[in-house]
C-alpha cells in the first residue's frame, strides 16, 4: 500500500510525452472507459483489471501440465507465414484454438492495413527508435510489466528476450505484415500462447506475489506505450501525417490488439478515445521499482555496446532515452542524467527530424545531429539482428534461480 501511495504521487506529478494527467486512485475506483468508444461500440463495461483471456489460458494451461510444450514448440518452430498450414502432430484443443485465433477479425480493414504498411516504411526510423527505445524504457516503469518480465523465464536472459519481443514489432512495421506472405498473426497467436503461459508459470513462482498477471488491462497499458505514445511523439515532433495514415496507423495496432486477445469491447475506436483510454490506465500503472530499474540498465547497456567511440556510448544512450521518455519516467527507471548530451539532443532531434521531413535545409540541422542519426539506426540494426536469430517460443520455467 505504501509503494502504491508513492506511485499514485509520482505518476500525479508525470505529464509530457506520454500525455500523464494527474491520476485518480483506480486501485479502488469502478472501471469507467465506456464500451461505446471501442471498436465494438458496445459492451458489457467489466473491468478488464479481472479479465484475462478465456480461451488461450485454459490452452497453455494444459500444454504445460501434460509436459506438450518442448514437443509444440519443436513442431511450431517452422510455422512461420500467415496463410501456413499447421503442422501434424499438435493436440487437437491446440489446433481448435489456433484455427480460430488467427482469423483477422471482421472489420480488419485490407486497404488500411495497407496503407498502413507503406507509413510504418516511410516513418520507420522513428517509429522503431520509438517503440523500441521508447517503448522498452516506459515497459521497465511499468511495476507489474517489470516483474512479469524480470521473473519469467527471459528476465535472466534479456537479450534474448529484447530479441523476441522484438520480432512482433518489427513484423508490424512490415510491408507485408497481414498479408498471406507475412508473419504479423502468427507472431501475435505466439505471443498470445505465451502470455497465457506466464500467467500460469508465474503463480507458481516463489517471487511472484502480484495476483493473476497479464489482465486485459495490462495489455491496453502496455499497448498505450506502442501506437498512442508513439502517435503522440510524432506529433510532438511536427512530422506531418495525412489523415488517411493516421488513421491506418491506428488501425494495424487495434488489429494486432484483437489478435493478442484483447476483447473489442476494450479497443479504442479511434484516436481520441485511445488518448482517453492512455490517460485514465497509464497513470496509475507506473513507477518505480527495483526489477525495472535493473531491467532499464540491462536494455541501456546492450544499448551502448552498438554505439561507437565508447566514450560517448552510455551517455549518448542515456541521454536519447532521457529525451525519448521524459524526466519522470527516467526518473523511476533511474537513468542518469547527462548534463552536456540533454540539451544537445533536444535541440538537435527535433532538427533532424525537420530535416528528414524536409522541411528545413541541411546546414540548419547540427552536426551532433548526424551522431544521433547513426545511433538510432545501429540501435534498430541491433534489434533487427536478433530478431533474426530467434523465435518466439511458450516457456516452460520462470526465471531460473
Ligand atoms: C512475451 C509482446 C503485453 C509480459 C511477449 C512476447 C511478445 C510480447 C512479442 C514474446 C517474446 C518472448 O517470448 O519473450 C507484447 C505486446 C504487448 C504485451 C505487443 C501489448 C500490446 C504484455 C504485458 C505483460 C507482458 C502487459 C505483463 C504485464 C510478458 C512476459 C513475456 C512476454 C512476461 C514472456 C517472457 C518470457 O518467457 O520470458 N510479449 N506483450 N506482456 N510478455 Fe508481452
Redesign the pocket.
Known sequence: MAELSRRQVLASTAFGALGLVTPVSREVSPWTWSPTASIAGSGTGADPRQIWDTEADPVSAELLDSGAVPEVNRLLWNWNRNDQPLPGGLPGYLVDFIEEARQLPSWADRAKLETAATFNKSRGLYLNLLNGVGGGMLSTA?P??AW??YY????ADME??VA??S??GFSVGSLNAYRPDGDCIV?AV??RL??AA?RHLLQQSPHWKWGV??SQE??L???HT?PTYAMRKLREWQVPISAADSQAYLHVWQV??NL?GVRDEYIPATWAAANAQSDQVLPPNMGPTREGVELTDILLSQLAEQTSPASISRPLVNALARYLVGDQVSDWDQIKREPIWEPLIANAWPLLVKFREKLIPLPLVPEVAWVLDEAARQYILLFLTKAKETK??I?TINRPE
Open positions: 511499468i507489474k510489466e512479469s518480465v519469467s523465464k527471459g528476465g534474448d528476450r523476441k519481443t520480432l512482433l507472431q505466439k505471443t505465451v502470455h506466464v498477471p497479464i495490462d495489455i497499458v502496455t499497448w506502442l494486432t490488439a493478442l518466439i517460443e516457456p
